[in-house]
Structure formats: structure tokens, C-alpha cells
């Protein structure tokens, strides 16, 4: 396994859910504080933390051996964050999950990672249309393949 911090994937997994840290905390049967200092980057969970945090969150821990290390995830700017709380990023994510035949919140955790990489791609924050006009293109493309 890599040193890849897991803080940014887990709050992702947790706002494209949109949870709140003490309902995941309550269903994985850990403390606010814990999940908290995770998602921050703090705290080195054991493998039973992290399956019980995937059974709270509907998805399922892989841990696995690789020669090659995957890149770091880049923390959801703040626009994302409040984009992925809304009821249309959950639509789109699950419009686009029904598509590929994944599940909807995995596919809203890479959506705000992925989000995450263009804004780092572009040197600043898009903003919210700007967005939504990212969102409908993958959506459009997805609906009607070349």
C-alpha cells in the first residue's frame, strides 16, 4: 500500500455521499474526532478502521501491492465542495454511474477528485457555471458516445 494520504479521498467519499462527519462516525461506530483527524491528514488508521469507514460510506476497502505508486489526490477546492453538497452534481453523478454501470457515489468521489486535478490543471478555481458547464460535457459525452 502506498504512503498516499487517505484523508482527501475519504472526505470525498463522505461530501459526494453528502454525509456529515458524525453520521459516518455513527454507522462506522468511530469517534468525530478520529474520522476528523483523518480526513485531515492526521492519524494512521488500522485496516478494521478503514473497513468499517467503507461499510459506512457503501463501499468497499481494497488494499493491494503495486510497483507503481499511484499520484497524490489533490484536496477539493472549496467550490467543489459546496458543488458536490447540491441535488444536481448528485444527479449527474448518478446519471453518470447508471452509464458505466459503477456506483453512484464512487463515481461522485473521482468526479470531485477529478475536479480537484483541473482546478490544479487550470492555476485557480473555476467557477460554479464554469463547473456545471465541465459536469454537463462529461454527462453529454457519456449519453452520446462518438
Known sequence: MS??????RLR????????????????????????????NGRGNPT??????????????LSIGFSAETPPAAAPAPPGVVKLSRSKRFRATAAVL?????????DVAAR???????LA???????????WWRVLDALVLVAEHPA
Open 12 to 39: 470525498a467519499l463522505r461530501q459526494a455521499s453528502g454525509r456529515t462527519v458524525a453520521s459516518v462516525a455513527a454507522d462506522a461506530g468511530l469517534s468525530v474526532p478520529y474520522i476528523a483527524n483523518l480526513e
Open 111 to 117: 468526479l470531485i477528485s477529478a475536479c480537484a486535478v
Open 120 to 130: 490544479e490543471v487550470f492555476g485557480h478555481e473555476p467557477g460554479e457555471h464554469d
Open 47 to 60: 485496516t478494521n478502521a478503514l473497513g468499517r469507514l467503507a461499510a459506512a460510506l457503501g463501499t468497499e
Open 3 to 8: 504512503n498516499e494520504p487517505i484523508g482527501p
Open 97 to 105: 454511474a447508471e452509464r458505466s454501470g459503477q456506483d453512484p457515489q
